[in-house]
C-alpha cells in the first residue's frame, strides 16, 4: 500500500518538475501582494498601527499571504483529479491492482508537497524582503501548520473534483468558496477592530484560525489561543480528509 | 496430456452477462467462452455494447446480472486478482503526456509490482517492440496519435498480462498506422497472450481475429471463425442492378431464391455464383439487367444476413472523427 501511495505521488512529483512554468508564474500574485500592497501600506500604517497590528505591516501580512497561496494551490492540486478523469489517467490507475484508498492518499500528499513548496519559496523572498520571523524553533509550529492547512484544501478540491465535472464548475467553486474563505480569515487585516457583523462570519470561517497560527509561529502575534487554532484547523482537516475520501471512492 | 488441457483452458467465460444503464440494455444476456492464446474480435457498430462488455471484464463497471471470469477468477469478487493478470488499451487516451513514454511505463510497471532492474528490462522490451526506444524521453504530448496509441499497446504489455484487452485499437488511425498496430496485435498471439478486441472495422477485424463476435444492440447475433461466418452465409454473394427490381425479386422467390432488396440493389446469397446467373438472366424477360455482380461473402454481408440492415462504417467513423477531434486535442 505505501508502495502504491509511493507510486501515484512520484507521478505527481514528476509532473510538478514540468511545471516550474506554473510554479514560478503562482509565486507572481503573492509576491505582488507582498511587495506592493505590503510596502505600500506599511508605511501607510506605521504611524497609526503598529500597536493594533502588533508589529509592521509587511510583518503581519506575510503569514496571510502564506496561507492565501497554500490555499489556492492545493486546492488546484484538487483539479488535476477532474484532468485525469478528462484525460483519462484516472482509468489507467482503478484498473491497476492496487486500493482506491492508495490513489487518494497519494494524489493528497502531492498536493501538500506542492503546497508547502511553495510556502516556503514565500518565506524566503519575504526574509529577502526584510520580513523578520521567529527563531527556528517555531519551525515544526510553522510546518504543522501548513500541513493541516494545505491538506485540508487539496482533500476540498479532491472532493469538489469528484462531484464537478467541468473547468467553469471549478472556477465557481474558486471565485464563490474560496475566495470569500481567504478573505474572511484576517488574512489581510486584524480581526479586533472589525464590526460586529463581519467578525461573525470571520470567527466562523475555519481558515480563521489558520492564519492566526501561522501569524503566531511565524512573528509570534496572535488573537486567538493557538491550541485553539490549531485544534479547530485539525478537525476542519480531518472532516475534509473524510469528505474527500468518501466522494472520490464515489467515483 | 497436461499441454493439451493448458490449451483448452477459457482465458475468458461470460455467462448470461447483462447491464443495464437506467432505462437502456446495453449488454443483453451476453454469454461467450474465448479460449486461452486466441485473438477474439467483438465486430459491431457503435453503440453496441462492446465497450460495456471489456469494462466490465476489466473490473470498471458491475454487470447488472450474469457472470464473468477471466483467468479463472471471478470480475466482481475477485476484482483485485483479475485486474493484476490483464492489461487493457481504452478506447480513448489515458497517458500522462506530460510525462515521458519511459516515465508512463514506469508509473505503470511500479503500479503492477515489477522489480526495478525487471522494469528496466521490460520498457525497452516492450519500446523496441513498438519501435519507439529512440523516443523513449521525449515527452508523449509530443507524440502523434498513431504513436501513442503504439506506446498505450506496450503500456499493456509491460506486466506480462495473460489477457490483453484492445478496445478498437485503431480508432482514428490513418491505414497506414492500422497495418502497424495490426502487425504488433499479431506478434502478441506469438507469445501465448489471449487478446479480446473490440472493434467496428470489418477488414480489423477480418485480418487479426481467430474468432469474431459480431454484437448488435447489446446482444451477439452470431459467432465463429471469419471463414465459418462468411460459409454460413452461402458460397456467393450476387448484386443486381435492374430497371425493376421488386419483380425479379418477386420471381426469384418464386424459383426458390432467398433474394433480398437492400439499397436499390438485390443481394443474393447461393453455393455457386456462375451456375445461378444464366439462371436469372432466363428469368429476367421484360426487365432491363444494368449489372451483375458477384464476390465471396465479407464479413460486411454477414452482418447484413443475420441483423437484416446494412453495416455503416463510415457512418460510425464519421462520428468518431468528431470523437477523436475532441479527445485527442
Keep these: 500500500m505505501i508502495h502504491d501511495i509511493y507510486t501515484i505521488y512520484l507521478r505527481e512529483m514528476l509532473r510538478l518538475r514540468r511545471q516550474r512554468v506554473r510554479l514560478v508564474t503562482t509565486i507572481v500574485m503573492p509576491l505582488l501582494w507582498l511587495g506592493i500592497i505590503g510596502n505600500a501600506f506599511n508605511n501607510a500604517f506605521k504611524t497609526v498601527g503598529s500597536s493594533l497590528l502588533g508589529g509592521d505591516f509587511l510583518s ?82 510553522m510546518l504543522l501548520t501548513m500541513f493541516l492547512v494545505s491538506i485540508a484544501f487539496v482533500s476540498l478540491g479532491l472532493a469538489v473534483a469528484s462531484k464537478i465535472k467541468s473547468m467553469e464548475g471549478f472556477q465557481m467553486i474558486m471565485n464563490f468558496l474560496i475566495q470569500p474563505m481567504i478573505f474572511l480569515s484576517g488574512a489581510f487585516y486584524p480581526v479586533k477592530t472589525l464590526p460586529s457583523w463581519l467578525k461573525i462570519f470571520v470567527r466562523i470561517n475555519p481558515l480563521t484560525y489558520g492564519v492566526d ?39 | 496430456m497436461q499441454r493439451v488441457e493448458k490449451m483448452q483452458r477459457q482465458a475468458i467465460k461470460i455467462e448470461g452477462l447483462v447491464k443495464r444503464f437506467n432505462d437502456i440494455i446495453a449488454v443483453n444476456e451476453v454469454s461467450l467462452e474465448i479460449n486461452e492464446g486466441e485473438i477474439f474480435a467483438l465486430l459491431g457498430p457503435n453503440g453496441a455494447g462492446k465497450t460495456t462488455i471489456i469494462s466490465i471484464l476489466a473490473t470498471l463497471l458491475k454487470p447488472t446480472s450474469g457472470r464473468a471470469y477471466v483467468n479463472g477468477y471471478n470480475v466482481v469478487k475477485e476484482a483485485e486478482k483479475v485486474r493484476k493478470s490483464i492489461g487493457i488499451v481504452f478506447q480513448d487516451p489515458s497517458l500522462d503526456d506530460q510525462l515521458t513514454a519511459r516515465e508512463n511505463l514506469d508509473i505503470h510497471a511500479r503500479l503492477y509490482h515489477i522489480p526495478k532492474e525487471e522494469r528496466r528490462r521490460r520498457i525497452r522490451e516492450v519500446l523496441e517492440m513498438v519501435e519507439l526506444y529512440e523516443r523513449a524521453d521525449s515527452l508523449v504530448k509530443t ?65 487479426l481475429a481467430d474468432r469474431i463476435a459480431i454484437i448488435d444492440n447489446g446482444k451477439i447475433v452470431v459467432f465463429g471463425t471469419p471463414s465459418e461466418l462468411k460459409d454460413s452465409i452461402g458460397g456467393d454473394v450476387i448484386k443486381i442492378r435492374c430497371s425493376n427490381v421488386s419483380k425479379l425479386k418477386d420471381r426469384l422467390h418464386e424459383n426458390g431464391f432467398d433474394a433480398k432488396i437492400i439499397n436499390g440493389e438485390i443481394i443474393l446469397h447461393v453455393n455457386v455464383a456462375e451456375k445461378v446467373i444464366p439462371k436469372i438472366f432466363s428469368l429476367s424477360s421484360g426487365i432491363e439487367i444494368h449489372s451483375i455482380m458477384y464476390k465471396e461473402p465479407s464479413l460486411e454481408d454477414v452482418f447484413l444476413h443475420y441483423t437484416g440492415r446494412a453495416y455503416r462504417e463510415e457512418e460510425a467513423s464519421g462520428i468518431d472523427r468528431i470523437r477523436m477531434r475532441m479527445v485527442r486535442r
Design chain 2, 143 to 207: 507524440f502523434s496519435g498513431g504513436m501513442k496509441r503504439r506506446l498505450e499497446i506496450a503500456r499493456g504489455l509491460m506486466h506480462k498480462p495473460s489477457v490483453l484487452f484492445l478496445d478498437e485499437p485503431t480508432l482514428g488511425l490513418d491505414p497506414q498506422t492500422r497495418r502497424h498496430i495490426w502487425n504488433y496485435i499479431k506478434k502478441l498471439k506469438n507469445e501465448g497472450v489471449t487478446v479480446l478486441l473490440t472493434t467496428h472495422y470489418m477488414e480489423e477485424a477480418d485480418s
Design chain 1, 213 to 251: 497560527a501561522m501569524r503566531y509561529f511565524a512573528i509570534g502575534i496572535n488573537e486567538f489561543n493557538v491550541i485553539l487554532d490549531l485544534t479547530i484547523l485539525a478537525i476542519f482537516s480531518i472532516l475534509l480528509i473524510l469528505l474527500g475520501g468518501h466522494f472520490f471512492r464515489k467515483t
Design chain 1, 60 to 141: 503581519f501580512l506575510t503569514p496571510g499571504i502564506l496561507i492565501m497561496t497554500m490555499v489556492f494551490t492545493a486546492t488546484i492540486s484538487g483539479i488535476t483529479t477532474v484532468f485525469d478523469r478528462e484525460f483519462g489517467f484516472l482509468k489507467e490507475m482503478l484498473v491497476a491492482p492496487i486500493k482506491r484508498e492508495s490513489i487518494l492518499i497519494g494524489k493528497m500528499f502531492g498536493g501538500v508537497s506542492q503546497a508547502i513548496l511553495q510556502g516556503i519559496i514565500i518565506i524566503v523572498l519575504a526574509i529577502f524582503m526584510g520580513v523578520s520571523f521567529s527563531g527556528a524553533s517555531s519551525i515544526p509550529g
